[in-house]
């Protein structure tokens, strides 16, 4: 990050957060965000700032929704609002967002049955959080992907990988399985579109 950059985000942190002297970490990942871990003081925070293009209408709604959740005892990262009451602000070009910092670790190996159950439980609350959610009534443009598919690319796919399958010269059970499982999906593919289209 350059210093003009880092001094626009250093500047709406402190004006719109006043949050002054920030000693700012960048993160290695994130997707549509260029993301901070943020020590002010004692403080430590989580800043999100977007990229030039993103969809800020949509980000918007993300964080709204976040915050929905979490007013439904989803556990998620609070947002922090600026002084004048917003969820994500834009000043100069530099849009952000601010959260509560929470520490996390990666699981890679497995969910113990506590962690599963605790899951479970977020799944249900958010569940609950969403089921009258507007959004939920504006169609879905990958519902409609997977109700009208491309038969013929799937099709394609299909003998594609039969075929790489079945040049190997030994397979375990599993990949047996697999192949069966594979033969019998390219079977019924082209009686896809005669399902009935009320299905859930």
């Known amino acids: 990050m350059g210093p003009a950059a880092h001094a626009g985000l250093a500047s709406v942190l402190a004006c719109a957060y006043a949050l002054s002297s920030v000693a700012l970490e960048r993160l290695p990942v994130g997707q549509v965000t260029i993301n901070y871990r943020a020590q002010a003081g004692d403080e430590v925070l989580f800043v999100k700032q977007y990229q030039d293009g993103a969809n800020l209408a949509a980000e918007q709604e993300a964080v709204d929704q976040t915050a929905l959740a979490g007013e439904h005892q989803v556990p998620v990262s609070k947002v922090r609002r600026s002084t004048d009451g917003r969820r994500l602000v834009q000043q100069d070009r530099v849009a952000v967002s601010v959260w509560e910092w929470v520490s996390g670790t990666v699981v890679d190996d497995g969910l113990s049955p506590a962690q599963q159950r605790a899951a479970g439980a977020a799944l249900g609350r958010i569940h609950m959080a969403f089921a009258d959610h507007p959004a939920g009534e504006r169609p879905s443009s990958k519902l409609d992907k997977w109700m ?15 075929g790489i399958a079945g040049e ?3 397979r375990e059970a599993f990949g047996e399985g697999a192949l069966r499982t594979l033969a019998e999906r390219r079977a019924v593919l082209y009686h896809f579109p005669e399902l009935p289209a009320g299905l859930p």
């Open 148 to 162: 009208h598919p491309d038969i013929d690319k799937l099709e394609a796919a299909t003998v594609k990988l039969l």
């Open 168 to 170: 190997r010269a030994r």
